[in-house]
């Protein structure tokens, strides 16, 4: 069992930047990819970026890939996402999830977040 927090979401304007905590508990966060992924109102969620277990491979989507990082501390049992150049597109309630494998596919994710709300203001 896993148990996921975020933290960090809040309001910016355009052209600023975020960066997003995703603290895990247990002593198994290593064994598991991380995910983030968004949901804007009235749209369905949405993969943002993926990162294998001892973060050798990263994935993202296109709409993010140059302004968004992400990274993990397996160390302090936390996956980061740091979000440079928002838009308000990015508008969204960010969640992190945890899996076995790094992947765009939500359905492969095991443990999630509650979620955290970011808001760009245009």
């Known amino acids: 069992q896993v148990q996921l927090v975020e933290s960090g979401g809040g309001l910016v304007q355009a052209g600023g930047s975020l960066r997003l905590s995703c603290a895990a508990s247990g002593r198994t966060f290593s064994r598991y990819a991380m995910g983030w992924f968004r949901q804007a109102p009235g749209k369905e969620r949405e993969f943002v970026t993926a990162i294998s277990t001892y973060g050798g491979d990263t994935y993202y989507a296109d709409s993010v890939k140059g302004r968004f990082t992400i990274f993990r501390d397996n160390v302090k049992n936390t996956v980061y996402l740091q979000m440079n150049s928002l838009k308000p597109e990015d508008t969204a309630v960010y969640y992190c999830?945890?899996?076995?494998?790094?992947?765009?596919?939500?359905?492969?994710?095991?443990?999630w977040g509650q979620g955290t709300q970011v808001t760009v203001s245009s």
């Open positions: 999830a945890a899996g076995g494998t790094a992947s765009r596919a939500s359905r492969l994710y095991d443990y």
